[in-house]
């Protein structure tokens, strides 16, 4: 019996014959080249790997990223997932051509070879997934960036029992910090909440080991490479757990691509990739200098990217099919889009009620309230993709709002947006079904929601809410 953590949040795990590969971003970028594996993943690492089976935790291209799988592509690899209310997962995994997709529902476990999974959805709309993984050998929680709390988190401890290891993301993967409010020095995004959010996690699941997971990457692309400042790397997280007491019952233990356990052997650590954290500058500085025949190709196809009309077409056809009255309280609001770093610098003017966005001048976008500045290649991808929402988790976006009150009208945008993405809107009645249907295996994620809605309407942030269940069993 083995895990090895293979790059950011894959691990591949071992027994006997079988292997599970999980999440695979193995080569290059994600998120329009902002994101890279940190430290870079060694390549016999990936050629050697020959999995039975992959099981994606969830659609975010960190976890789902497309290069990876298709070198997958030519085996008779088995691809598992979890049954979602949309199917636009399991649809794009069929264009990619693979044949042998098991789509299992929240707590419906499955064996690979020898090797029992489980796994348990969580989020409204966008499900991510906690997984189980058991062997008659030891039990893993593999948490990644599911923010599985309350009723939801104590089902699995329940049913499963003691865990062995939990992993867990540790930094942020949103994109409120690229937020601000001009004049104010209002904290949009708690960076020590990630910190202590894996604390309260790992204190409330109790596992011997406690494994930082999924958040083991850097920013290269020359607009976001200041960013690194803001990654919570495992280190930091360990000297600021440290600093705080530590973890009640269990045992932190960095592990970075490469790094291993096995029942023979236990813990093979490499402790030389620590200098990637202790001497992070000197490292970054050389990995975007490694790749930078990559980032430069990538940097003119930028800048020679035009905004067409098509574009402009289909983001408001998106805007269109979220329902007038889930956009009531967008009224008589706009925001304006300041496109970047192609061609030519663009301005557009945004009306969600009128399902509207129109070219204007520089003037206009000025003086408005909500400012949104995206690269032209950003915008134009992530609409064609339809992933507008998506966009801002590469931080490359820059949100500026004028007072609070456009921040609260963003971010009911944005959730709509988030909704179009995930094919909530337009509302299907295949969609209000399988939601329902889903939810009978989960109704235990209602309570947790009903609890989070009564926190915030005592004001607490998101962040504060999720510290605030999590706390609550511990």
Not at 64 to 91: A, V
Not at 133 to 160: M, Y
Not at 235 to 242: G, P, Q, R, W
Not at 282 to 287: F, V
Request: aromatic fraction near 12%; hydrophobic fraction near 35%.
């Amino acid at each position: 019996m083995s895990f090895k953590i293979i790059s950011h949040a894959s691990v591949l795990i071992k027994y006997k014959s079988d292997e599970l590969l999980i999440d695979p971003w193995l080569v290059g970028s994600c998120y329009w080249r902002s994101w890279w594996n940190y430290p870079p993943v060694n390549k016999d690492i990936i050629d050697n790997l020959k999995p039975k089976a992959i099981y994606i935790t969830h659609v975010h291209w960190d976890h789902w990223h497309g290069p990876s799988l298709k070198r997958f592509l030519n085996s008779d690899i088995e691809i598992i997932t979890h049954d979602e209310p949309n199917k636009r997962s399991y649809r794009d995994l069929k264009k990619f051509g693979f044949n042998r997709i098991k789509v299992l529902k929240h707590g419906e476990s499955y064996n690979v070879g020898n090797i029992k999974i489980t796994p348990y959805q969580f989020g409204l709309f966008l499900n991510d997934s906690a997984l189980v993984v058991e062997t008659p050998e030891f039990k893993l929680l593999n948490a990644n960036d599911c923010k599985i709390a309350g009723a939801s988190l104590e089902q699995i401890k329940n049913v499963h029992g003691k865990f062995d290891f939990a992993m867990r993301s540790h930094s942020s993967a949103n994109d409120r910090v690229c937020y601000s409010i001009q004049g104010s020095d209002l904290v949009l995004d708690n960076p020590s909440h990630y910190t202590e959010a894996f604390r309260l996690f790992m204190d409330n699941v109790k596992p011997k080991y406690a494994i930082p997971f999924a958040s083991n990457h850097c920013h290269l692309h020359k607009q976001v490479f200041e960013t690194n400042d803001i990654i919570n790397d495992p280190f930091k997280l360990k000297n600021d757990l440290s600093k705080s007491g530590g973890l009640k019952e269990s045992q932190l233990k960095v592990m970075l691509s490469g790094d291993s356990w096995s029942k023979s052997q236990g813990f093979i650590i490499n402790n030389e990739n620590e200098k990637y954290f202790t001497e992070k500058e000197t490292h970054l500085m050389q990995y975007q200098s490694d790749v930078q025949e990559s980032l430069e190709k990538y940097y003119k196809l930028e800048s020679n990217t035009r905004l067409t009309s098509r574009t402009i077409k289909l983001f408001n056809q998106q805007l269109a099919s979220i329902p007038n009255l889930a956009k009531r309280n967008l009224k008589n609001w706009e925001f304006a889009i300041n496109i970047t770093g192609g061609k030519e610098e663009y301005y557009l003017k945004v009306n969600p009620c009128l399902s509207q966005s129109e070219l204007v001048n520089k003037e206009f976008f000025v003086s408005s309230g909500a400012k949104i500045i995206i690269p032209a290649g950003i915008f134009n991808s992530a609409v064609n993709q339809n992933m507008f929402h998506h966009s801002g988790i590469s931080k490359r976006n820059k949100y500026i709002f004028k007072d609070e009150f456009h921040l609260k009208k963003w971010e009911i945008m944005n959730a709509l947006l988030e909704k179009v993405e995930l094919e909530v809107f337009p509302l299907k009645t295949s969609y209000v079904k399988n939601i329902i249907l889903n939810y009978f295996r989960r109704w235990r994620e209602i309570y947790v929601y009903f609890q989070a809605y009564i926190l915030t309407r005592k004001g607490l942030k998101i962040y504060d809410v999720e510290e605030k269940i999590l706390s609550k069993n511990i």
